[in-house]
């Protein structure tokens, strides 16, 4: 298993290893670039001064929570000076003039940036191969097939192939319709999409502003509760951060839980799923029912429309936010004869298919003609799927599904688009409930690839969430494997 942010702080307090020799142990490997993991990887230069603090830091005896703990950010993070792409050509050249929220409160922490992690093109896909920057690779391979190579999942697959491959101890990443969870199963890494609200998104490149939440992508569930600590703070500036009173996620994480704990299994999610990942909720179930933790069936009478719900919102709320791509505000600009020419030139070049073909569906559904037939009811189904959620946290204190319906697939093996968005088909219905939701590491398929398990939580309740989650990852034992 590799090192955990408490064991590196151990070491770097007892002076085992230096600030230094930790962080050219991970740049030496980011720079590798095996796996196309980062579209850029910062300058050591750039990092001296923060590295020198650090060590002062720990010298004087008062080191700050994350010091000296070598992160990745995925490339959709404004970080002040350092450009961020959003893995498009449209922002190829951009270079944002202030830090985003959440990545000041790493560097606040202490933390030091390795380099911005690849992902898909502003954040859309499954795969991470819509990213201008060529698909990422994950660092595992199928037992049966050495040779090919598998997709890391997205969008959020840079980080989550990094954190797996040891470039970086941990990764920020952000989750709209499951671009955390998903990826951090098919890397067999912990990854958790918090509530929405909880984490400012000022300074994120904007998706789909009413599902986009940042969250950390890590080695083990303490390591999370780590990052979380870090970035879950009321942040001003967002009118969706939520004010609500933050806990210390790390005190009592390995405590057991204080009350007894009923956990539902939705049946609906199971019908029609490979052994697999059957074998994988079974071996949860087993490994938390010695703990007296309770199961019991519970059925969804929404999920069906979840993914379609999603594929209307989604687009709708990225058409609009892509509308400020124009070729002269920001990023690269293509000639043209007149301004509405430069308009188009620069978005046709500048976007991808995948981020084109959403502004397309996401301007129809907006359109006067459709609005009433598409958008409206896709709010009226978002609210029945809350409702839906409430109705079963209600019964029970969390939900235990699959994350994904499949093992890591071949780089180009999904590349119709229905194919790919049937893989968001456990994590979607969360992000449009705003509920919180974790993915860890549960076993291995018969191929040898790691699959994930996900526990959702009622809101803001990622305090019970993330003890349920260290309780199951200690049963499951999945790093010793
Ligand atoms: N795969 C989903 C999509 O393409 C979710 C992406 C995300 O969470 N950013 O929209």
């Not at 704990?261 to 490994?287: F, H, M, R, W």
Request: with cysteine; proline share 4%.
């Amino acid at each position: 298993m590799k090192n955990s942010i408490s064991q590196i702080k151990k070491a770097l307090i007892e002076k085992k290893i230096s600030v230094s020799e930790l962080y050219d142990e991970y740049l030496v490997k980011a720079k590798s670039g095996n796996n196309n993991s980062f579209n850029l990887v910062i300058d050591r230069e750039n990092n001296i001064s923060s590295i020198k603090d650090s060590q002062n830091r720990y010298d004087n005896g008062n080191p700050l929570p994350l010091d000296g703990i070598p992160l990745g950010i995925k490339d959709l993070f404004c970080t002040k000076g350092i450009r961020t792409t959003a893995s498009s050509k449209i922002l190829s050249n951009f270079i944002p003039n202030y830090e985003s929220f959440v990545t000041q409160q790493l560097l606040n922490d202490g933390s030091i940036f390795i380099g911005k992690n690849n992902c898909d093109e502003f954040a859309m896909g499954s795969s991470n191969e819509t990213s201008y920057f060529g698909p990422v690779i994950n660092p595992w391979k199928n037992k049966n097939s050495q040779k090919d190579n598998l997709v890391p999942g997205g969008s959020s697959g840079g980080s989550a192939a990094a954190v797996a491959e040891g470039s970086c101890v941990a990764s920020i990443g952000t989750d709209t319709g499951g671009s955390i969870r998903q990826p951090a199963s098919l890397c067999g890494i912990v990854g958790l999409k918090p509530t929405f609200g909880s984490c400012s998104r000022w300074g994120i490149v904007a998706f789909a502003s009413s599902l986009d939440q940042a969250g950390p992508l890590t080695n083990c569930v303490e390591d999370a509760a780590y990052i979380l600590n870090s970035v879950n703070k009321h942040d001003f500036n967002d009118s969706t951060s939520s004010n609500h009173q933050r806990e210390d996620y790390l005190i009592d994480m390995n405590n057991s839980l204080e009350k007894k704990v009923k956990i539902g299994i939705p049946s609906d999610y199971l019908e029609d799923v490979s052994d697999d990942i059957l074998n994988q909720i079974d071996n949860t179930k087993k490994a938390l029912s010695k703990h007296g933790i309770e199961f019991v069936d519970v059925e969804f009478k929404t999920t069906e429309y979840a993914l379609s719900t999603y594929y209307i919102l989604a687009p709708a709320e990225a058409s609009s936010n892509l509308a400020r791509y124009d070729g002269v505000r920001y990023g690269v600009r293509e000639d043209g004869e007149s301004l509405d020419d430069i308009y188009l030139n620069s978005r046709t070049k500048g976007f991808g298919d995948e981020v084109t073909r959403r502004i397309l569906i996401g301007a129809y559904v907006l359109s006067a003609g459709y609005y009433d037939a598409y958008y409206r009811q896709a709010q009226k189904v978002r609210r029945l799927i809350k409702n839906d959620f409430q109705r079963i946290l209600n019964e029970v204190d969390f939900i235990l599904t699959p994350t994904t319906p499949n093992e890591a697939f071949k780089i180009g093996d999904k590349l119709d688009p229905i194919s790919m968005y049937k893989n968001d088909i456990y994590t979607v219905p969360t992000s449009l409930a705003g509920l919180p939701g974790i993915s860890i590491p549960s076993g291995l398929s018969k191929n040898g690839l790691p699959l994930g398990v996900q526990f959702i939580g009622n809101y803001f309740e990622e305090k019970t969430l993330l003890q349920l989650a260290a309780l199951a990852e200690k049963e499951l034992s999945f790093n010793e494997q």
